[in-house]
């Protein structure tokens, strides 16, 4: 993850200068804090709440100011603006802020509903492991394992870049989405690349080769 930039016409920019005007703009916050906070904020919705101090309701929604006071105990540099940024710019799409709110997109090991509303999902989608678990996945299908949800991704690149967080040589499979959905399994978009549904039964699984 690069450095976050604030600049006066387009507000936090992820990288050397902003994209659009290309003004070299003050940096917010470093490469290293970015990508500690981001790990911190992640994992607090997703996963440890109670421990950061804060509660999700029912849709993972917990106050933005809550979600704040956690990250400046954890972190004695850490501030409002900081977490803005990590939000506002995250790369996958990993935060919800609505107003006074946030949450996580996806990712959950705590139960919460999301809500999501329907948005279209691509005819395939794709998933990356690790070779180890291909023999179990043939057998049972996806599962959500820890979470709570099954992950896919929009792309062969970003299956094997999610794959690769388990494993050096990751396995890829494509996932036949529109049979699933036809067949009335949900699939659902959470963040920029990243679909969610319960589990993936083995018959809408396909190995790709690496
Ligand atoms: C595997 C990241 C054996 C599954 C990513 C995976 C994603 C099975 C592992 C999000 C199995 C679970 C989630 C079965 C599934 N037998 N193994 N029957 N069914 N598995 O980390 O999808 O960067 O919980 O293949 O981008 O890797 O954090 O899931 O290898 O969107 O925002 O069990 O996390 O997003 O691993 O990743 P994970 P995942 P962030």
Redesign the pocket.
């Known amino acids: 993850m690069t450095e976050i930039r604030e600049c006066d016409a387009h507000g936090y920019v992820a990288g050397d200068s902003c994209p659009v005007c290309l003004a070299d703009s003050p940096v917010v916050l470093g490469s290293d804090r970015r990508v500690r906070l981001s790990k911190f904020l992640?994992g607090a919705l997703r996963h440890f709440p109670d421990d950061a101090g804060f509660e999700l309701d029912d849709q993972g929604w917990t106050p933005y100011d809550e979600l704040v006071d956690a990250a400046v105990a954890k972190y004695d540099w850490a501030r409002s603006e900081h977490v803005a940024a990590v939000i506002a710019t995250d790369p996958?799409g990993?935060f919800e802020r609505d107003g006074d709110r946030v949450r996580a997109a996806?990712?959950h090991s705590v139960d919460v509903d999301l809500d999501a509303e329907a948005t279209p999902v691509p005819d395939e989608l794709y998933?990356g492991?690790?070779p180890e678990?291909m023999a179990?996945?043939r057998e049972?299908?996806?599962?959500p394992?820890?979470?709570q949800k099954?992950?896919l991704?929009g792309s062969v690149a970003e299956a094997r870049s999610?794959?690769s967080?388990?494993a050096a040589d990751p396995a890829v499979l494509a996932i036949d989405a529109a049979t699933m959905q036809a067949d009335g399994l949900r699939v659902v978009k959470r963040g920029r690349e990243?679909y969610t549904t319960d589990r993936v039964p083995p018959k809408y699984l396909q190995e790709l080769d690496g």
């Open positions: 992640s996958k990993r996806y990712g998933h492991t690790a678990n179990s996945i049972d299908g996806l599962q394992m820890g979470r099954v992950h991704s999610v794959g967080r388990h990243t």
